[in-house]
């Protein structure tokens, strides 16, 4: 079974500066998804990005983008820039990309509870 | 177009008492997932519904919990008996296929049961 770990349960920033939430994986697959959901206090669950692993160019969408390393399965997200909106819980997931079965199912990490200090 | 619809937001129930939450999927959606969200923890997969249909129910509790999704309405989970161990944050997401690419894969903002 998949295994998502994020190592770090809290993490703060100054405005304007960059920080970087790690996540690391578990699974025997080749072919997969990975993403980013960030979780407001509204407790909506909004996606940050996503990349596929067959890809190996990292995602990037506007001031956040990821560092994936496959063969590390690590997939670590950073954000630029930061802005007191980005305060939230960040959740990486993994998703099967294989036909059939169970693809349609996410594994979340615990999450990390990102601060961002004025 | 409104998004994932979850009633209610907030959910009191006295131990024993039945909870019913309801997810309404965005328009064009016809895949209906549930996960629920134990406190300090991540999103766990419960139930994946079409309309009429129990797709997978393998994360789901063997005892006292449900999942509907009919031709008409909601979606429901509904937990029987419910104990101080159910309360969480549940949420519904909707997908109009089986999305791989997580794009349209659209999450509501949950029911948070308490058990008292």
């Known amino acids: 079974a998949q295994t998502v770990t994020q190592s770090q349960p809290e993490m703060s920033v100054q405005e304007a500066e960059t920080v970087t939430l790690s996540c690391t994986y578990d699974?025997?697959?080749?072919?997969?998804?990975l993403f980013w959901y960030k979780q407001p206090p509204s407790r909506q669950m909004i996606l940050v990005i996503r990349q596929e692993a067959y890809k190996q160019q990292n995602a990037t969408e506007n001031r956040f983008s990821v560092n994936f390393q496959k063969a590390a399965k690590s997939f670590s997200l950073k954000i630029s820039d930061s802005q007191l909106g980005d305060a939230a819980m960040y959740f990486c997931?993994?998703?099967?990309?294989?036909?059939?079965?169970?693809?349609?199912?996410?594994?979340f990490g615990k999450g990390t509870l990102l601060t961002v200090n004025p | 177009n409104a998004g994932v619809m979850q009633n209610p937001r907030h959910l009191v129930r006295r131990r024993g008492q039945e909870a019913r939450l309801r997810c309404s999927p965005m328009?064009?959606?016809?895949?209906v997932y549930w996960y629920r969200q134990l406190p300090e923890e991540g999103l766990k997969f419960m139930v994946y519904l079409q309309k009429e249909n129990i797709i997978d129910e393998s994360g789901m509790p063997k005892e006292r919990f449900s999942a509907e999704f009919p031709k008409e309405g909601p979606s429901i989970l509904r937990i029987q008996q419910v104990v101080r161990g159910d309360s969480a944050a549940y949420f519904c997401?909707?997908?109009?296929?089986?999305?791989?690419?997580?794009?349209?894969?659209?999450f509501g903002s949950g029911t948070r049961l308490t058990v008292v």
């Open positions: 997931a993994y998703r099967t990309a294989k036909g059939g079965g169970s693809n349609y199912k996410l594994t």
């Open positions: 699974t025997s697959e080749s072919d997969y998804y």
């Open positions: 997401a909707s997908s109009p296929t089986i999305d791989r690419g997580q794009r349209s894969y659209t």
């Open positions: 328009k064009g959606h016809s895949h």
